[in-house]
């Protein structure tokens, strides 16, 4: 019997208050470095959100569904915990620019030393969305401002709905 090739794992965690173009690039290209591909949500209880975690999952499976390897998830608790559960071997994280190194890399130096079999793989953002971020799209749209080309279609929808003055 032929054998099968090695199906490994990546976690792709984030927030995705919501998801943005962004994430989605990064999402895609973990999708073509890796067999698998779980888009893990964090619930996180006690922070502010403007959706909640259901609606953040499921704007992300929209935006997610013409990637065949890749789902979505939640989770709570620590993301290392959650990535043996599922039994990934790398957390994929995306790096917009020098602002974003300082934090992920106490977050991956953290993470390495909770569970040191589980990498943290990042990948440097297209050029096209170093500027973005959940934060800013949310700040713009409330504001008014245009935003269909930083988010999935059915995002704009939705945060416009939420947020657009009236
Ligand atoms: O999209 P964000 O807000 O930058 O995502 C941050 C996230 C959710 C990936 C990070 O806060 C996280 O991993 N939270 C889970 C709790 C945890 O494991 N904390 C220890 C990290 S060293």
Known sequence: ?????????????GSFDPITNGHLDVIRRAAE???????????????????????????ARTACVHLANVEVDS????????????QAVALVKGLRAISDF??????????????GAIHTVFLVTHPDYAFLSSSLVKEI???????DELVPP????QLCERLSPR
């Open 102 to 115: 300082e934090r992920e890399v106490q977050m991956a130096l953290m993470n390495r030393r909770l569970a």
């Open 1 to 13: 019997m032929p054998e099968q090739p090695i199906q490994h794992i990546a976690i792709c965690p």
């Open 141 to 147: 749209c409330s504001m008014g401002g245009q935003i």
């Open 33 to 59: 470095l890796f067999g698998r591909v779980v888009v893990a949500v964090a619930e996180e209880a006690g922070k502010q959100h403007l959706f909640t975690a259901a609606e953040r999952m499921e704007m």
């Open 75 to 86: 989770f709570s608790g620590l993301v290392v915990e959650y990535a043996r559960r599922r």
């Open 154 to 157: 059915g995002v704009a929808k």
